[in-house]
């Protein structure tokens, strides 16, 4: 599977009009550009020009938005009743004026209208104008963001079927970037070629149908930068030389499979390690073993991170342990609920979770291993499956 069938589309609205019913509202009005992806399946790039969805009691659903969004709504979704239009931003008469005016138009200028991010618009790329709470001061606006994200954070079968297939694509990536990893070749030259083989392999499985919804590539694979002594920044970006013999390598993953991306990250190592990159390579596993072992439906989040915590105490590493030990995901990279020391959320079955912990060590590297996780009935589903062991992840040099 690699798109989301209209039935998902439907629970998902229908769980939002069970909202709106309950909280007695007649329409929700959402700018998060995730949450407009999850209600109706449209995707688009964020930018100062406002853009709104307006899901009405009634079943209708329109599209606020400026002129160049218009035919790729169109060409996206069918879920869109119909679209309002303005040519631009900041325009004669400011969008979120026109906004009004149709809020009117739809006669929800003395309604009760839930929001998920801000009865306006997103603050982005230099954006300013006015709140809707201003321009409609007869309408009561209700924050319902929570209650989206209580839908969002418990996974269909449906989405967890798209990680798992993102997680195969991954596998794949990874793979050819362990195999093209060789001394002398700068980071950004192996991923490119990694990411690039592993798209025109997926692209030609999955068919002409298939297309990326949040990435120009359908598959990707690289290092961010976490090469050598700068794996020890968790997220380096990048950095100045090519990869050399010694090297401890962080290394990730993923594919895009309707916008659902699994999250694969290894360590490899360039020539056979030395006896503390083994040291360090196995207390990471450890680490993350603990996790796994402590991960299950009915425990808190925080309990997961304050069991690796203590671990990291035990096997003398804690000084470099320099984050909490996952997170959610599923349409956004990053979601909560999150395994830390401060959530504490009850795990429960349908959550989609990354465990990560990992250690850095000033002048080696880093050692960290991330699997997407799914939250069973009866306890854990590892979806990720590329091998852990240090021999596996050697690069013969």
């Not at 929700?28 to 100062?48: C, D, K, P, R």
């Not at 631009?88 to 005016?101: K, N, V, W």
């Not at 960290?368 to 589903?381: A, L, N, P, Q, Y």
């Amino acid at each position: 599977m690699h798109e989301i069938p209209m039935r998902e589309f439907k629970r998902r609205l229908d769980g939002l009009h069970k909202v709106m019913r309950e909280r007695g509202l007649d329409a929700v009005y959402l700018v998060n550009s995730i949450n407009m992806a999850y209600f109706v399946g449209l995707h688009y790039l964020q930018t100062e020009r406002p853009t709104a969805i307006v899901i009405h009691k009634n079943g209708e659903v329109y599209f606020f938005g400026p002129l160049l969004e218009r035919d790729h709504v169109i060409s996206q979704t069918q879920l869109i009743s119909r679209t309002y239009i303005y040519r631009d931003y900041p325009g004669e008469t400011h969008p979120m004026r026109l906004f009004a005016e149709w809020f009117k138009e739809l006669h929800l200028d003395n309604a009760v209208v839930g929001y998920d991010s801000t009865p306006g618009y997103v603050s982005y790329w230099s954006y300013r104008g006015p709140s809707l709470t201003e321009l409609l001061p007869n309408t009561k606006f209700v924050n319902v963001a929570d209650d989206i994200y209580s839908m969002r954070i418990i996974k269909s079968e449906v989405e967890i079927e798209l990680l798992r297939e993102s997680a195969k694509w991954a596998n794949l990536a990874h793979s050819l970037l362990q195999d093209y990893t060789a001394p002398g070749l700068y980071d950004y030259e192996i991923s490119l070629r990694a990411s690039l083989d592993a798209s025109i392999m997926m692209k030609k499985a999955l068919g002409p149908n298939y297309k990326p919804l949040r990435s120009e590539y359908p598959a990707y694979a690289g290092f961010r930068g976490q090469v050598g002594e700068h794996g020890a920044y968790p997220h380096s970006i990048s950095i100045e030389r090519s990869i050399r013999a010694g090297d401890v390598l962080v290394t990730g993953a993923t594919a895009d499979v309707s916008g659902y991306m699994a999250e694969l990250e290894r360590n490899l190592f360039v020539g056979r390690p030395t006896n503390d990159v083994i040291k360090y390579h196995e207390i990471a596993l450890k680490l993350q073993e603990t996790a796994l072992n402590t991960l299950r439906p009915g425990i808190k989040a925080s309990e997961v991170d304050k069991a690796v915590i203590k671990a990291a105490r035990e096997l003398g590493v804690y000084d470099y342990l320099l984050h909490h030990s996952g997170h959610g995901l599923g349409l956004e990279a990053h979601e909560a609920p999150f395994l830390d020391v401060g959530d504490d959320t009850v795990l429960r079955p349908g959550m989609v979770i990354t465990v990560e912990p990992g250690i850095y060590v000033p002048r080696l590297g880093g050692f960290r291993h991330s699997d997407t996780v799914v939250i069973r009935d009866d306890g854990i589903e590892i979806i990720t499956y590329y091998p852990r062991d240090t021999e596996s992840l050697i690069v013969e040099v």
